[in-house]
T-cell receptor, first 111, second 112 residues
Framework: GIQVEQSPPDLILQEGANSTLRCNFS?????LQWFHQNPWGQLINLFY???GTKQNGRLSATTVATERYSLLYISSSQTTDSGVYFC?????????????FGTGTSLTVIP | DGGITQSPKYLFRKEGQNVTLSCEQN?????MYWYRQDPGQGLRLIYY???????QKGDIAEGYSVSREKKESFPLTVTSAQKNPTAFYLC???????????FGDGTRLSIL
């Protein structure tokens, strides 16, 4: 099956710093999503981004499908950004909407 | 408010017992999903359903069963055949297969 690798696995930032999270995938994909899981386990959909660039406030994401990677940018980080960020991809061969998740980047923002 | 409701939040199972996790959505979404998350890991798909009365196995369906009798409901049964059921279970839905998935708050299942 498709492999999804996220880097770095862990990241500690000072509040106000910027960061870039990376998601590499081993095959072409139909779709890609970024999620944030807060310390209570709640998963929030950040971006649905099979290609191109999207921005939402301090967050933005870019997917370059031809080169099999996606980047999530966090600017001016806040303590509420702490949690685990997951990338999930849907390979084109599937008949259903089955997404495969990476193991995540654990982000800690310290005041 | 529209959303996805999972219940219970915490669940304890005895050895050899089947338990059912509830997932209800009032978003009028066609597709629903069940994922399992183990500590320090990403999510793995158990089952998904694109439409009422139809569902497909994901990568780790063994020991689990589902039903989709109503559009808004997609319950997951963890059977006694699932030898390592302790995990965090997340239900999701999307309007269709080409749309973002939205998640419930999850159910934490533990073995007594």
């Amino acid at each position: 099956g498709i492999q999804v690798e996220q880097s770095p696995p862990d990241l500690i930032l000072q509040e106000g710093a910027n960061s870039t999270l990376r998601c590499n995938f081993s095959d072409s994909v139909n779709n890609l999503q970024w999620f944030h899981q807060n310390p209570w386990g709640q998963l929030i959909n950040l971006f649905y981004i099979p290609s191109g660039t999207k921005q939402n406030g301090r967050l933005s994401a870019t997917t370059v499908a031809t080169e099999r990677y996606s980047l999530l940018y966090i600017s001016s980080s806040q303590t509420t950004d702490s949690g685990v960020y997951f990338c999930a991809v849907e390979p084109p061969r599937d008949t259903g909407n089955q997404f495969y998740f990476g193991t995540g980047t654990s982000l800690t923002v310290i005041p | 408010d529209g959303g996805i409701t999972q219940s219970p939040k915490y669940l304890f199972r005895k050895e050899g017992q089947n338990v059912t996790l509830s997932c209800e959505q009032n978003l009028n979404h066609d597709a629903m999903y069940w994922y399992r998350q183990d500590p320090g890991q990403g999510l793995r798909l158990i089952y998904y359903s694109q439409i009422v009365n139809d569902f497909q196995k994901g990568d780790i369906a063994e020991g689990y069963s589902v039903s989709r009798e109503k559009k808004e409901s997609f319950p997951l049964t963890v059977t006694s055949a699932q030898k390592n059921p302790t995990a965090f279970y997340l239900c999701a839905s999307s309007i269709d297969r080409q749309a973002a998935q939205h998640f419930g708050d999850g159910t934490r299942l533990s073995i007594l």
